[in-house]
């Protein structure tokens, strides 16, 4: 079945460094979408990529879709303490179109 | 306030106890799901449901029944559940919409979770 691959697993970054974290999907999306989960809360979502090679941006965070509409990237630009939590991609394909997310990246930001 | 409600959100319950969870939306979406959320498999897809028939099941164990019956109402019944079930249980809603052959999922709206812990 369709599997989506999210790496790290963790990163652990100094106030004002940069963080990325990858997406890959075993099959080619229809979309991917981006969530964060603040620690303690629920998944929130962050935005939708549609296009292939779509880039879009919200203030230091930056949403990348491949070419081939099978991969995806966030990277955020000098990190903030309030950019902790974690970071999940999701994709959707298919017949059905199910959301499947990968594992998440937790985000730790020391001051 | 995301317009998906989940009750409760905190229960703990006996092995032998039978216990539902409901969660419910009121965004008119047609897709509705169940996802299980603990530290050793981040949001584990449990069951969708896509104009209240069930499409996904995922190999879950038959002490978790699913139960859709309509679409802005879920539930997830619970008997004779394992310690290792306790865990954050979160439902979701999104509206699914054809593309071409296949279906796209618009953004996903989840509920507060239920904190599940089974003793």
């Known amino acids: 079945g369709q599997q989506v691959m999210q790496i790290p697993q963790y990163q652990h970054v100094q106030e004002g460094e940069d963080f990325t974290t990858y997406c890959n999907s075993s099959?080619?999306?229809?979309?991917i979408q981006w969530y964060k989960q603040r620690p303690g809360g629920h998944p929130v979502f962050l935005i939708q990529l549609v296009k292939s090679g779509e880039v879009k941006k919200q203030k230091r965070l930056t949403f990348q879709f491949g070419e081939a509409k099978k991969n995806s990237s966030l990277h955020i630009t000098a990190t903030q303490t309030t950019d902790v939590g974690t970071y999940f991609c999701a994709g959707s394909g298919g017949s059905q179109g199910n959301l499947i997310f990968g594992k998440g990246t937790k985000l730790s930001v020391k001051p | 306030e995301t317009g998906v409600t989940q009750t409760p959100r905190h229960l703990v319950m006996g092995m032998t106890n039978k216990k539902s969870l409901k969660c419910e939306q009121h965004l008119g979406h047609n897709a509705m799901y169940w996802y299980k959320q603990s530290a050793k498999k981040p949001l584990e897809l449990m069951f969708v449901y896509s104009l209240e028939e069930r499409v996904e099941n995922n190999s879950v164990p038959s002490r978790f029944s699913p139960e859709c019956p309509n679409s802005s109402h879920l539930f997830l019944h619970l008997h004779t559940l394992q310690p290792e079930d306790s865990a954050l249980y979160l439902c979701?809603?999104?509206?699914?919409?054809?593309?071409?052959?296949?279906?796209?999922?618009?953004?996903?709206?989840f509920g507060q979770g239920t904190r599940l812990t089974v003793v």
């Open positions: 979701a809603s999104s509206q699914g919409l054809p593309q071409g052959p296949y279906r796209m999922n618009t953004e996903a709206f």
């Open positions: 099959t080619t999306l229809s979309n």
